[in-house]
């Protein structure tokens, strides 16, 4: 126990070195630092509670998975605002309706998890998924979430390699799974 506390500890004082307004990505044996990404310029507040955002779209099936953890204890959070949106299959984001947009609250466990189909490239960006996470008073978090071996990562000025969705195809479905930490 001693150890985890001197690593969550020592995370951060790096977090207020680089500048602590931002949120942490856990793996397995650490949190590290994530990139904000800041807020996508497609984004509308639906109020949508669901979770399958297909709305019907074409597209390879997506199951979307989220964990919000405090960066202090890693401790879950529950009933966090999660919000997801992106551009349909051929890049193309909906500017008139509410497709492929939606948000949820997280369990007790801090879990989000939205049905929804893989995005496009939009305007010549990598296929990404837009994140919004509120925690009431405490945090805003925005973010931008990547495909793994997508080449046009290295070309979109918001990739970052910690912001890499974890990806596990499961025939024509596939599923992904990102662990949001949050330094509140």
Known sequence: MGRRRALVGLSGFVAAAM??????????RSCVLTPEAGEGP???DPKLVRGDITSEQPGAPLQLAMQVVRA?????LANARVDVWHADANGKFDMTGFRLRGHQLTDA???FRCMTVMPGAASGRAPH??????VQGKADFWTELFFPDEPRNARDTRFHSDLLLKLVPEGRSRRVHFDIVLAI
């Open 19 to 28: 500048g602590a307004d931002r949120a942490w990505a856990q793996t397995s």
């Open 42 to 44: 497609f984004y509308l």
């Open 72 to 76: 202090e204890d890693c401790a879950t």
């Open 109 to 111: 466990e801090g879990q």
């Open 129 to 134: 998924i837009g994140v919004n996470v509120k």
